[in-house]
Nanobody
Framework: QVQPVESGGGLVQPGGSLRLSCVVS????????VTWYRQIPGKQREWVAA???????NYAGDVRGRFSISKDNAKNTVYLQMNNLKPEDTAVYYC????????WGQGTQVTVSS
């Protein structure tokens, strides 16, 4: 079964920015909400931001105002622009569709450290 493919992570200093990408093949972004999640080792995966078929967005409280989710329907790609990154944003970031989730992808590691 198709898995989401996340990319764009890396090592960045506090206050820096990264743009993550999530390609979800085989579905239409016009028919499903897609959510970005993150997970720290030993902790449960938590949701970060979501975007609906109509491009309405929602954010977890600790990223609101710093992160921005967007999408390119034609490319089946959802983006997560992360600004003013903090050490507590360090995690593996994943994406998935909300309805009938796909098998989880490998995720992309984001490390915020000086």
């Amino acid at each position: 079964q198709v898995q989401p493919v996340e990319s764009g992570g890396g090592l960045v200093q506090p206050g820096g920015s990264l743009r993550l990408s999530c390609v979800v093949s085989g579905i239409s972004l016009l028919s499903t909400t897609v959510t970005w999640y993150r997970q720290i080792p030993g902790k449960q995966r938590e949701w970060v931001a979501a975007i609906t078929p109509g491009a309405n967005t929602n954010y977890a409280g600790d990223v609101r105002g710093r992160f921005s989710i967007s999408k390119d329907n034609a490319k089946n790609t959802v983006y997560l622009q992360m600004n003013n990154l903090k050490p507590e944003d360090t995690a593996v970031y994943y994406c998935n569709k909300n309805t009938r989730p796909l098998p989880w992808g490998q995720g992309t590691q984001v490390t915020v450290s000086s």
